[in-house]
């Protein structure tokens, strides 16, 4: 699954969604009816992004956290 880099970053949650219905077919249609729901993501922890675009999201190597960049400052989830 790849998210054009050029869309709005406002717009990714429903990229996100549109991405994991069109998985989601795939996998119907490989299985036929049965189809199994992961209610899970999981981030690989990395070095904070060069170059943060406003809504970016990633897990901190560091800290140990879920972050997201508001467009001025990265935030912490918790």
């Known amino acids: ?3 054009p880099r050029y869309s709005r970053t406002s717009d990714w949650p429903r990229l996100v ?5 069109a ?4 996998v119907k249609a490989l299985l036929g009816a049965t ?16 170059s ?9 190597s560091t800290s140990h956290k879920l972050r997201t960049y508001n467009g001025t400052t990265w935030q912490d989830h918790w």
């Open 1 to 3: 699954m790849t998210i």
């Open 17 to 21: 969604a549109d991405a994991v219905n």
């Open 35 to 50: 189809a199994y729901t992961v209610e899970t993501i999981t981030f690989t922890p990395i070095a904070e992004p060069a």
């Open 52 to 60: 943060p675009v406003e809504g970016m999201t990633y897990m901190d």
């Open 23 to 26: 998985l989601e077919n795939k």
